[in-house]
């Protein structure tokens, strides 16, 4: 890989050299893949992408990738960044733009990283790849690797919602569902992994992973053609979204494509905020329960939470905290004003964003980005819980009517 | 609209102007839009597609739609073309791709047909849209207006699987649950549009709708540079998709974009096939009940019945029905072979194909699209009927081998 000059530890500084098959520091750091930029900046320009296909790999300079390792086969990324002017105005905010990540081939921004963690796999030789995860990384493992050929075991935890286990169990991935925690499945998926060698795609371990989910990024600025706006609001579970996120915004800033960095708005569930939690404070993160019903982001033990927290400080970023009343009101409203149906943890980025508004935190004139990370198909009980039941009559005007009246519908 | 000539009914033959608001003929036959092709052949050409964004609505010259109509906010179209070799050997096929719409903003095919819906109410300065339908186009429906900013009113039959319910209720639509069947349903939906003069999105009622679902095969023949496939299989309910389909292909080849048709594959279920008997038995079709778990094409008084049995027809195609099992291993099908997660309708034209195959009905020679209409993330209790449950242990490397070793996995 001309483009990358090694691997770092984010918590000793040891330098690894990139091989396909990285896992942590031997202090337990995370690594961050270091680029050559003066190199990327003498090969890469804003031009080249006028002709290349609309998905993730569009960027490969950027990417710690082998210049002939193939694009694995699902179409990854490009998901549709809306300008969100009804919303916007609902909330007070100059301009909003709404990336829906949902409409990944496995339904979250994860395909991202499963996408990256295939095409590794393949440079490494390995035929069978493994994770623990809460669901998304899951399905969008299974998926990726399905299409490339590849087996996956998958661990999750065993409140992971129906619909991202049927994803895994249509792709015929193995998928182990442990009665505990995620922490309780991330051990136990650490263990298997150890034991039978299988490629290791735990995003907190494989440090390409976050390097797929920067796409999203690089993606939000080339559609807004390289104007930054002043907030990207997202999710955070176990960090590694955000911190792709800004690793892909360094990227660009590093090699001139974008002339300022944005702040970072990091929402967390109230019942689940241990990354927020020691930013606010300012104390190393500490364990919390798992109290949300966003389930992707009920992540009480943040494996990246080293990288996640120093990339909100370094932008500056906002901390905010939202219950589960306030997270499916945002799915509602989402839903209602754009038209973008996303998952309890995919929308609470934009409950957060939401939640500051009002609170103002945010000044009106901003510019702001709020990026929902998966489907709401994803976790069906949840929505129907948060919005209620269809009217329900036999095929009969009369009884219509009587339906219509009763619940005081304006008919016009 | 200077591409279009008129509206001309499929039955009598009479012809309407083309105005936004058409339903029916007098006479209750369908209309077909009629385009003037000489004139979109001194306008439109191939090179033209290279500037233009990627969604349905860069065929324009072939949409009945003003030029000044906005494209609606949501980005419909452009779904990936899969070739899918592995699941072609399985086969025995020379070539076979797999065309996914179940990654449509609201996760159908019906996408297209509604972007369609809101465009034309646009047209026709209406606030309200409403349909009946068995999921797919109410959710879409709601979606895809709930972005432009308008109401809708949505029936569905009360068998309409949670997620199909779930995406209507959060995008805000007005829903009625019909107990009874869909045809119950659409009785209802059509004395309650008539009744409150609201803009009406049944497909088999308002012409455009076809026109909006036939940019999917302008897209697949796109895709494969214009290189006609032998055939081109898809699941068919009331008629509306295969038909919409079918003028889209056509269309190309007025046009001059492609120098022969393809075949059509139309893929119903077993339990509810009143199209297929007609085409096998040349007799007028009959209603059927609505026997299958493929909720999506479980229609039993097929409203668009004359223009897709005149589709399977002209193009010499064939009819093929399968079984809920079928289905349903076609889902896993796809899943293990091409990481596509298709719902049970969205599947059924790969269950058609496969046994096709399996009965010699395909040369093996043979080129082939079967496209997925729907994301199996909107039916998840089918997919885990279909695919089992996830082994469960605790967090326990004992318990792990143990049930490793019970359920004869090979570890590798």
């Not at 804003?46 to 710690?64: I, V």
């Not at 103002?360 to 709020?370: E, K, L, Q, T, Y």
């Amino acid at each position: 890989m001309r483009n990358v000059i090694c691997a770092c530890c984010v918590k000793c500084g040891r330098e690894y050299e990139a091989k396909p098959d990285l896992t942590n520091c031997e202090c337990g750091g995370i690594l961050d893949i270091v680029y050559d930029y003066d190199y990327i900046k003498t090969v890469f320009h804003k031009e080249d992408l006028s002709k290349r296909p609309y998905d993730m790999w569009r960027y490969r300079e950027l990417l710690p990738v082998e210049a002939d390792t193939p694009a694995p086969p699902l179409r990854v990324g490009w998901s549709p960044l809306y300008e969100a002017e009804r919303l916007a105005k609902q909330l007070g905010l100059k301009k909003l733009w709404i990336k829906d990540d949902g409409v990944n081939p496995t339904a979250s921004l994860k395909d991202r990283a499963s996408a990256m963690a295939v095409a590794k796999a393949r440079e490494a030789g390995a035929r069978v790849i493994a994770c623990s995860s809460t669901g998304n990384a899951a399905s969008s493992l299974a998926g990726n690797a399905a299409a490339a050929g590849l087996e996956t075991y998958i661990f999750v935890p065993s409140r992971a919602p129906k619909g991202k286990v049927a994803q895994l169990m249509t792709f015929g991935a193995t998928v182990i569902s442990v009665q505990g925690s995620y922490e309780d499945t991330f051990e136990l998926s650490k263990q298997a992994i150890e034991r039978w060698g299988w490629y290791n795609r735990n995003a907190a371990i494989n440090p390409y992973l976050s390097e797929g989910k920067k796409t999203v990024g690089l993606e939000i600025m080339e559609q807004l053609n390289w104007q930054v706006p002043d907030y990207i609001a997202i999710s955070v579970g176990d960090g590694c979204t955000i911190a792709g996120l800004w690793k892909g915004l360094k990227d660009l800033y590093a090699i001139g494509f974008i002339d300022r960095l944005p702040k970072l708005i990091s929402a967390q569930a109230a019942g689940c905020c241990p990354i927020n939690r020691a930013v606010e404070t300012g104390e190393p993160w500490q364990p919390m329960e798992e109290n949300t019903l966003a389930d992707s982001i009920a992540v009480g033990v943040p494996r990246n939470a080293d990288k996640a927290i120093a990339a909100i400080r370094e932008s500056g970023g906002l901390t905010v905290e939202v219950t589960d009343e306030e997270i499916m009101a945002a799915q509602k409203l989402l839903g209602r004003s754009c038209g973008v149906f996303g998952e309890p943890a995919g929308v609470t980025g934009t409950a957060g964003l939401k939640k500051l508004c009002q609170q103002g935190r945010i000044p009106a004139d901003a510019a702001v980005v709020s990026v929902v990370t998966g489907n709401g198909l994803k976790d069906v009980a949840n929505a129907i819980k948060a919005c209620g039941e269809p009217i329900s009559v036999p095929s009969d005007m009369d009884r219509l009517l009587a339906a219509f009246s009763e619940r005081e519908i304006p008919l016009r």
